[in-house]
């Protein structure tokens, strides 16, 4: 959402806006106030917007959306995808694996191995995860 021509708000989340998407799947919508998040995303459309190959849009992805050192920072943030590496998957992983208390976790397409040891063994840790299918490698797909 723009105010005098500035992003202030944004929605996004997985939810398909049909009736079968509204009354027929489990979907998640986000609506996020924050004028900086809203910048934030502003920006990556802009990138999207020219339809850009993976390969020419992973440098720029990096170059501004820096992940966090740690656990994330108080508030909202974003990341965004391609990146160049498994750097922000490997993120989402420390930080599932350090859940004290509880991980509620989707993998729409299989639980990386990344994740897989962290989540065989929850010492007062409750993990619910939900996976569409087994993870398959590129050389697996090949």
């Known amino acids: 959402m723009l105010k005098d021509g500035e992003p202030q708000a944004i929605l996004t989340g997985g939810t398909n806006f049909s009736e079968g998407g509204i009354f027929g799947h489990s979907n998640a919508v ?14 990556y459309w802009d990138l999207l917007s ?4 993976s390969a020419a849009l992973r440098p720029k ?58 989540l065989s063994y929850r010492q007062g840790a409750y993990a619910v995860c939900a996976a569409r299918r087994s993870h398959t490698t590129d050389e697996e797909r090949s």
């Open 30 to 43: 986000h609506i996020v106030e924050e004028s900086e998040v809203a910048r934030a995303y502003a920006r």
């Open 50 to 53: 020219t339809d850009p190959k």
């Open 61 to 118: 992805i990096n170059d501004l959306y820096v992940l966090p050192d740690g656990k994330p920072p108080q508030g909202t943030g974003a990341i965004f995808s391609p990146r160049n590496g498994l750097d922000a998957l490997d993120w989402y992983s420390r930080l599932a694996s350090s859940a004290e208390t509880g991980l509620f976790m989707t993998f729409a397409f299989g639980i990386h191995p990344a994740f897989q040891e962290g």
